[in-house]
T-cell receptor, first 115, second 111 residues
Framework: NAGVTQTPKFRILKIGQSMTLQCTQD?????MYWYRQDPGMGLKLIYY???????DKGEVPNGYNVSRSTTEDFPLRLELAAPSQTSVYFC??????????????FGSGTQLSVL | QKEVEQDPGPLSVPEGAIVSLNCTYS??????FMWYRQYSRKGPELLMY????GNKEDGRFTAQVDKSSKYISLFIRDSQPSDSATYLC???????????FGDGTTLTVKP
């Protein structure tokens, strides 16, 4: 029972490099989310998707891009990495966006350092 | 001012103690209130989910929401070393995925 799977677990980038953080879920969830968590801080929403082909910005989208070509996958792209993007990135999914019945499932995170 | 403020901690208690974790929020439109538990180097996992004001109990855990004072609490009875983790409160108007999170309180329960 995999749930939400993120790869890689750790990555070090040089300033200006690009990379894609992978996220896949096997629960047939419609909603998927990307968050970042800085040390000692809560989670901040980067981008989210309510279904294949539909994405929207969250609170901190600058410097990131996403796509959602399938229900299962929701990759996060970093272009021109900057030290300010050093953080732990979490992907999450839920079956619906209905607050009353919604439960978020999180992946185990990707720790990214930009040097 | 942050929309969700959480008591920063860290908190260290002996095994068996009652733990109280607290948050305040400023957005009157928030309707759903969550507590997540996050073990070191792991993703958060949903612990408690409350709609509007009131109490919700699940085993040793009780979540309490007072909308009149915009106060959110999580109580842990008979705390265990396995409860050692960071606890995040979160609130949202409609969609839990778009929640505003507190910064977390790190709890250590000593045997």
């Amino acid at each position: 029972n995999a749930g939400v799977t993120q790869t890689p677990k750790f990555r070090i980038l040089k300033i200006g490099q690009s990379m894609t953080l992978q996220c896949t879920q096997d629960m047939n969830h419609n909603y998927m989310y990307w968050y970042r968590q800085d040390p000692g801080m809560g989670l901040k929403l980067i981008y989210y998707s309510v279904g294949a082909g539909i994405t929207d910005k969250g609170e901190v989208p600058n410097g990131y891009n996403v796509s959602r070509s399938t229900t299962e996958d929701f990759p996060l792209r970093l272009e021109l990495a900057a030290p300010s993007q050093t953080s732990v990135y979490f992907c999450a999914s839920s079956y619906s966006g209905d607050g009353r019945d919604e439960k978020l499932f999180f992946g185990s995170g990707t720790q990214l350092s930009v040097l | 001012q942050k929309e969700v403020e959480q008591d920063p901690g860290p908190l260290s208690v002996p095994e068996g103690a009652i733990v109280s974790l607290n948050c305040t929020y400023s957005n009157s439109a928030f309707q759903y209130f969550m507590w997540y538990r996050q073990y070191s180097r792991k993703g958060p996992e949903l612990l408690m989910y409350t709609y509007s004001s009131g109490n919700k109990e699940d085993g040793r855990f009780t979540a309490q929401v007072d909308k009149s004072s915009k106060y959110i609490s999580l109580f842990i009875r008979d705390s265990q070393p396995s409860d050692s983790a960071t606890y995040l409160c979160a609130s949202t108007v409609t969609n839990a995925g778009k929640s505003t999170f507190g910064d977390g309180t790190t709890l250590t329960v000593k045997p």
